[in-house]
């Protein structure tokens, strides 16, 4: 299967740690990588290669993997993260081509 | 700092065609993988195709949606990426996206992103 699948939804109190997830059958031979995008903006890579952070991505954003579920946590979630969050990963061709369908998170 | 532009977007009627150009700057160009990405309004990221190096060969892979309509190129002399789309339908209607295409054995990510241009399919 090249399908990525996410929860549509997912919320957390200010100031507290949410795990955002993405299943495939792809993530059995692919670390997924993962953006975050705000209304109106380009996508913004957090985590890639399973558990790196670009320059500049605070380090309460950290990812992990098992088996066919890969993971983005937020620890000590901020106003600022709330935002539509998207992972990747390769398909079955070896091309960067599946995307999951976005998780939009809300910081209450 | 590495800086993608995206320009070329528009409204176009059903069976056009449109070329879409991306100018890269703070990077060696001839040396980054390229994609592009589109995002449908309202919807969600998906990608479009790629396009490697000349090194490793120059070669173009596309999504299932837009093969044989349409192609990647690149100008390494003018640090330009171009997507060239053809027989448009409405549902090519989106945010196109470039994006230098990064990987090693075990993964792969899209990082910087430009800031889009839209195309609109509409009669």
């Known amino acids: 299967s090249s399908e990525l699948t996410q929860d549509p939804a997912v919320s957390v109190a200010l100031g507290q740690t949410v795990r955002i997830t993405c299943q495939g059958d792809?993530?059995?031979?692919?670390?997924a990588s993962w953006y975050q995008q705000k209304p109106g903006q380009a996508p913004v890579l957090v985590i890639y290669?399973?558990?790196k952070r670009p320059s500049g991505i605070p380090d309460r954003f950290s990812g992990s993997s098992s088996g066919n579920t890969a993971s983005l946590t937020i620890t000590g979630a901020q106003a600022e993260d709330e935002a539509d969050y998207y992972c990747n990963s390769r398909d079955s061709s070896g091309n960067p081509g599946v995307f999951g369908g976005g998780t939009k998170l809300t910081v209450l | 700092e590495v800086q993608l532009v995206e320009s070329g977007g528009g409204l176009v009627k059903p069976g056009g065609s449109l070329r879409l150009s991306c100018a890269a700057s703070g990077l060696t160009f001839s040396k980054a993988w390229m994609s592009w990405v589109r995002q449908a309004p309202g919807k969600g990221l998906e990608w479009v195709g790629r396009?490697?190096?000349?090194?490793?060969?120059?070669?173009?892979d596309y999504a299932a949606p837009v093969k044989g309509r349409f192609t990647i190129s690149r100008d390494d002399s003018k640090n330009r990426l171009y997507l060239q789309m053809n027989s448009l339908k409405t549902e090519d209607t989106a945010v196109y996206y470039c994006t230098t295409d990064q990987g090693d054995s075990s993964s792969n990510w899209f990082d910087p992103w430009g800031q889009g241009t839209l195309v609109t399919v509409s009669s």
């Open positions: 290669a399973k558990n």
């Open positions: 792809s993530l059995r031979s692919s670390y």
């Open positions: 396009i490697k190096t000349k090194t490793d060969g120059g070669t173009t």
